[in-house]
């Protein structure tokens, strides 16, 4: 692990350092939300029971293995609402920034757990932007990236001759002040997973954006994925990857009602969300893109095994 790095350098053995991990991950979790397990929560969405549904250990990652780094010994409990299906853990609620970064989002995260962070995701999203930004008329976008790390997405379409810039509460910040409260096109993807507070956060995006607005967000949704009898089975239910909070898309509605938003879901991964306009054209566009891009990546997958049989194509 990444952050038992600067533990082994300290003279200890890996079992002394894996120990020490496991005992300062358990005193960071134990906050207010982690001392007292409940059997039944209030859904941090709609407000509904919400029962105690299943434990998975921290170092449970997005690998189709979910346990290609081990376990680490530390249970995180999650609950699932009885009446939206949304899914969540109160086991992070008081994690501060420092512990963030230490234990989720640290060098073995970058270099092992989301590969495609720094240059792949960027890409691949800014393709799908730049087929949103023509339907709204590129020359008319003001657009900002919620959550947008360093900034790689917002640098892609400003090299397109798209005004698009980052807000990134733990990162690159470079939106001017007048432009708060005037966006029209508010991306922000893989981000909702991530979130202890999904209300708060959509609260936050919201801040940015005018009187007419899109909103273009990514997070996998669990319909027909989890349920009584494969539980969370489903690998995207990760908190090593900081994996906290699983929507359904009842979830989702729910939150645009909360918001008074229109929602059209483009994909399970992919959610327009919107006032004052029509979002169907959007999702024409987004959805023609992510069609080439899963097209491609079948093809690329397929010359690579036909590569490995030692067949060209």
Known sequence: MGYMKSVEACGQSAAEASQKVREDLLASLAGPAGMTLRQTEKCKICGAEAPLFEVVDFNRNCHPQKYSHGLVGVPVYFHRCNQCGFVFTRAFDEFSADNWRRFVYNEEYFANLDPDYKATRPRLNAEVLMAICKVFGQKNVLAADYGGGNGALSTILRNRQIEYYTHDPYDLSDIPEQYIGKFNVVS????????????????????????????????????????????????????????????????????????????????????????????????????????????????????RLNVFDGIET
């Open 188 to 303: 922000s993807f893989e981000v909702l997973e991530h979130t202890t507070n999904p209300t708060g956060t959509f609260r936050a995006i919201l801040k940015l954006v005018g009187a007419r607005f899109l909103l273009v967000l990514s997070t996998q949704c669990s319909h027909g994925l989890i349920d009584g009898t494969r539980r969370l089975a489903w690998h995207y239910v990760a908190p090593r990857n900081g994996h906290v909070s699983i929507y359904t898309r009842q979830s989702l509605r729910h939150i645009a009602t909360t918001f008074t938003l229109d929602y059209l879901p483009v994909s399970r991964g992919l959610h327009l969300f919107g006032r004052g306009l029509s979002l169907q054209p959007f999702k024409y566009a987004a959805g023609l893109v992510k069609l080439k891009q899963r097209v491609m990546s079948m093809i690329s997958r397929k010359h």
